[in-house]
C-alpha cells in the first residue's frame, strides 16, 4: 500500500525547507516501518537547491541563496508551475539505484504520453525525461538510505524557465 500526501499545489505552494523537513519525517517513519510507502506531490516556492556533485561555477553568480541537499545530481531551481514528486518508498533487496531511477523515467513518460505529450524519453548517459532529445522537461535526483528512497522528481509543468537563467542547471552548460 502507498499513501499519497498532496501538500501543495498551485495557490498553497510548499516552502522548501518545510517539505524538506517533512520528507525527512516521513523517511525515518518508513524505514522504521511505522508507517507506508508514501509518495508526496506538490509545488514549491521559487528556490535553488544543490546536490552533491554541484560544483562552484554551476550556482548563481547575483549571490541568490541555495540550499544544499543530500541528493545525488547538481543544482536545480524548484518553483511556481512545477510538480515535484518525493516517493518515500522501501526499495527492493538489493537496492539497485540506477533501476530505480530508470523506473521514475519510465513512470514519469508513460504520465505524459497519457496526457498527451507526446516526444518525452530518455537521453542515453543522461538521467531525467527530455523532449525529443534535446530539451529536459523533468529532473531526477534521489538519495537512498536504510534501503527507502527520498528526494524524488521534478516535472516542468507551467512555470518559466526564467529562473534557470542564473544557473547551470543539472550541470548541462
Known amino acids: 500500500m502507498i499513501d499519497y500526501v498532496v501538500t501543495g499545489l498551485s495557490a498553497n505552494s ?7 523537513e517533512q520528507q525527512r519525517a516521513l523517511h525515518a517513519a518508513v ?6 510507502d508514501t509518495v508526496m506531490l506538490l509545488e514549491h516556492e521559487s528556490v535553488y537547491t544543490a546536490g552533491k556533485r554541484t560544483e562552484p561555477h554551476e550556482r ?15 543544482i536545480t531551481w524548484h518553483g511556481p508551475g512545477q510538480l515535484v514528486g518525493y516517493p518515500i518508498i522501501r526499495l527492493a533487496d538489493p537496492v539497485d539505484v540506477v533501476r530505480y531511477v530508470r523506473c ?12 498527451g505529450v507526446e516526444g518525452a524519453g530518455r537521453v542515453a548517459s543522461r538521467s531525467g525525461v527530455w523532449m525529443r532529445g534535446t530539451d529536459k ?9 536504510q534501503g527507502v ?22 550541470g548541462l552548460a
Open 14 to 20: 510548499v516552502p522548501y525547507l518545510s517539505g524538506l
Open 31 to 36: 524505514a522504521e516501518s511505522r508507517a507506508p
Open 60 to 74: 548563481p553568480v547575483d549571490g541568490t541563496p541555495v540550499i544544499e541537499v543530500d541528493r545525488g545530481g547538481k
Open 104 to 115: 521514475l523515467e519510465g513512470m514519469l513518460i508513460a504520465v505524459l504520453d497519457d496526457l
Open 137 to 145: 522537461i523533468a529532473a531526477i535526483g534521489i538519495r537512498v538510505a
Open 149 to 170: 528512497s527520498m528526494h524524488g522528481f521534478a516535472l516542468n509543468c507551467s512555470n518559466s524557465f526564467e529562473a534557470y537563467d542564473a544557473i547551470v542547471a543539472c
